[in-house]
């Protein structure tokens, strides 16, 4: 990880800690001349435009007193999108009864299943795939995206 990754990072993951908030990713592509700076947040109940504002607004603070980046740079706060993959259990809550694609470990097996997140307990995330109940442990999901259905 680069100085500037490292360090935008850790100011996004305090900033977002403080306002009970996930730090998902941090983006920085571009060059020195057009730097963009992307940095997905979530929270347990979802993220509002004037919340990724505000998080936008103190991360760019903290950027320009430290001095990290010289000349333009662009930075754009928002969710992580319902194309990306849940990365911590404190996502999961909101999207109880919501489709998923799962992939996750079992054994020495990979499986990919399409299911309705029924209820979590802990570190287990309950399914239901159309006929039958499973459990599946957090720390063996490899990826878990929610299916829009119109």
């Given at each position: 990880?680069?100085?500037?990754?490292?360090?935008?990072?850790?100011?996004?993951?305090?900033?977002?800690?403080?306002?009970?908030?996930?730090?998902?990713?941090?983006?920085?592509?571009?060059d020195?001349?057009?730097?963009?700076?992307?940095?997905?947040?979530?929270?347990?109940?979802?993220?509002?435009?004037e919340?990724c504002a505000?998080?936008?607004?103190?991360?760019?603070?903290m950027?320009?007193?430290?001095?990290?980046?010289?000349?333009?740079?662009?930075?754009?706060?928002?969710?992580p999108g319902i194309?990306r993959?849940?990365?911590?259990?404190?996502?999961?809550?909101k999207?109880?009864?919501?489709?998923?694609?799962?992939?996750?470990?079992e054994?020495?097996?990979?499986?990919?299943?399409m299911a309705?997140?029924?209820?979590?307990?802990?570190?287990?995330?309950?399914?239901?795939?159309?006929?039958?109940?499973?459990?599946?442990?957090?720390?063996?999901?490899k990826?878990?995206?929610?299916?829009?259905?119109?």
């Amino acid at each position: 990880m680069n100085i500037l990754l490292k360090n935008i990072t850790e100011f996004a993951d305090r900033i977002t800690q403080d306002l009970d908030l996930l730090l998902i990713d941090v983006i920085i592509r571009g060059d020195e001349r057009n730097r963009v700076i992307e940095i997905f947040i979530d929270g347990e109940m979802g993220i509002s435009a004037e919340t990724c504002a505000e998080v936008c607004s103190k991360i760019k603070e903290m950027i320009d007193e430290q001095d990290l980046i010289k000349g333009k740079y662009r930075l754009e706060v928002s969710s992580p999108g319902i194309d990306r993959s849940l990365k911590f259990l404190r996502q999961y809550p909101k999207h109880i009864k919501r489709k998923f694609e799962i992939v996750y470990v079992e054994g020495e097996s990979t499986i990919k299943l399409m299911a309705n997140l029924l209820k979590i307990d802990g570190e287990d995330l309950f399914f239901f795939d159309g006929k039958k109940e499973l459990a599946i442990n957090f720390n063996k999901i490899k990826s878990a995206k929610v299916q829009i259905s119109f």
